[in-house]
């Protein structure tokens, strides 16, 4: 009697085992993300596209439409998954509220996987490593050659930034903050700013374009390592997409093709200008 107890007990033990086992199955959400973006056969990228050479609008055959560096890799990402690339356009401080209420399926608007933004998002591998400088009007070239020098300055970066943390942290000038990097040069040519803090790539670009206008001054901005890499923005539970957009990063760096991309944005603006100017 006993063991025939001992035996029952042991079968229960077991049901109730397994019955736990796919109770909790049951409870895991399946990461679907690739299917659903390919079910309705479209990839929706949310960018800020003031921000060239990463992204910004031209018109082109008489419409209006947004490219650059990261919309020329987004691309590349949708072609992967076969589907259509939509994007969409907004400030750069609501692309992740954006993503994180399913408005779109990535970020890429020259984000850097800060550790406040880790805390609400997920971030492929880097592909494009950023310094900062601080952009200024031609004719103050040599204003400002130390952090000495923005004491008392009117200083512009672009809200929710890296850019804005460092204008704060390592200057001594008045910062103001505004939602378009486009808005901000606007007004240091206007003399409404004295310069303006951006990513080298970005002082870069407006230096190619617009020689007699803009220079970068002489002082000098530490990027901190938090700071300094840019990167796709993704929902922390979309891993398969996560690692479909990892896959294509990883296939454009190999294969060199990534610096090509970067190129092309430039050849881009170079022919059709920048609409936003």
Same mark, same amino acid.
């Given at each position: 009697m006993?063991?025939?107890?001992?035996?029952?007990?042991?079968?229960?033990?077991?049901?109730?085992?397994?019955?736990?086992?796919?109770?909790?199955?049951?409870?895991?959400?399946?990461?679907?993300?690739?299917?659903?973006?390919?079910?309705?056969?479209?990839?929706?990228?949310?960018?800020?596209?003031d921000?060239?050479?990463?992204?910004?609008?031209?018109?082109?055959?008489?419409?209006?439409?947004?490219?650059?560096?990261?919309?020329?890799?987004?691309?590349?990402?949708?072609?992967?998954?076969g589907?259509?690339?939509?994007?969409?356009n907004?400030?750069?401080?609501?692309l992740?509220?954006?993503? #994180? $209420?399913? *408005?779109?399926? /990535?970020?890429?608007?020259?984000? =850097?996987? @800060?550790?406040?933004? !880790?805390?609400?998002?997920?971030?492929?591998?880097?592909?494009?490593?950023?310094?900062?400088?601080?952009?200024?009007?031609?004719?103050?070239?040599?204003?400002?050659?130390?952090?000495?020098?923005?004491k008392?300055?009117?200083?512009?970066?672009?809200?929710?930034?890296?850019?804005?943390?460092?204008?704060?942290?390592?200057t001594?000038?008045n910062?103001?903050?505004?939602?378009?990097?486009?808005?901000?040069?606007?007004?240091?040519l206007?003399?409404?700013?004295?310069?303006?803090?951006?990513?080298?790539?970005?002082?870069?670009?407006?230096?190619?374009?617009?020689?007699?206008k803009?220079?970068?001054a002489?002082?000098?901005?530490?990027?901190?390592?938090?700071?300094?890499?840019?990167?796709?923005a993704?929902? #922390? $539970?979309? *891993?398969?997409? /996560?690692?479909?957009?990892?896959? =294509?990063? @990883?296939?454009?760096? !190999?294969?060199g093709?990534?610096n090509?991309?970067l190129?092309?944005?430039?050849?881009?603006?170079?022919?059709?200008?920048?609409s936003?100017?």
């Amino acid at each position: 009697m006993k063991k025939w107890m001992k035996k029952s007990w042991l079968v229960a033990m077991g049901l109730v085992m397994v019955l736990s086992i796919g109770l909790a199955g049951c409870g895991k959400s399946s990461d679907n993300s690739v299917k659903k973006i390919q079910d309705k056969g479209t990839l929706t990228v949310g960018t800020s596209a003031d921000y060239a050479p990463f992204e910004f609008p031209i018109v082109k055959n008489g419409k209006k439409q947004i490219t650059g560096f990261d919309i020329l890799i987004a691309q590349k990402i949708a072609k992967n998954l076969g589907v259509k690339l939509k994007v969409q356009n907004t400030e750069f401080s609501s692309l992740i509220s954006d993503l #994180k $209420g399913n *408005k779109v399926d /990535l970020v890429m608007a020259g984000m =850097v996987s @800060t550790t406040p933004r !880790k805390k609400q998002v997920a971030f492929s591998k880097s592909y494009y490593t950023v310094k900062n400088v601080l952009l200024v009007r031609k004719d103050e070239a040599n204003k400002f050659n130390t952090i000495a020098d923005t004491k008392g300055a009117q200083i512009g970066a672009q809200q929710t930034t890296t850019q804005e943390s460092i204008a704060k942290d390592q200057t001594k000038a008045n910062v103001v903050s505004e939602g378009l990097v486009t808005s901000l040069t606007t007004e240091l040519l206007k003399g409404k700013l004295d310069g303006v803090v951006v990513e080298n790539e970005i002082a870069d670009n407006y230096l190619k374009n617009y020689p007699d206008k803009y220079a970068v001054a002489k002082v000098s901005l530490t990027t901190p390592k938090s700071q300094r890499y840019i990167n796709v923005a993704v929902r #922390k $539970g979309d *891993k398969k997409l /996560l690692n479909r957009v990892n896959k =294509v990063i @990883t296939k454009l760096q !190999k294969s060199g093709e990534m610096n090509k991309l970067l190129q092309k944005s430039q050849e881009i603006q170079s022919k059709y200008g920048d609409s936003t100017k």
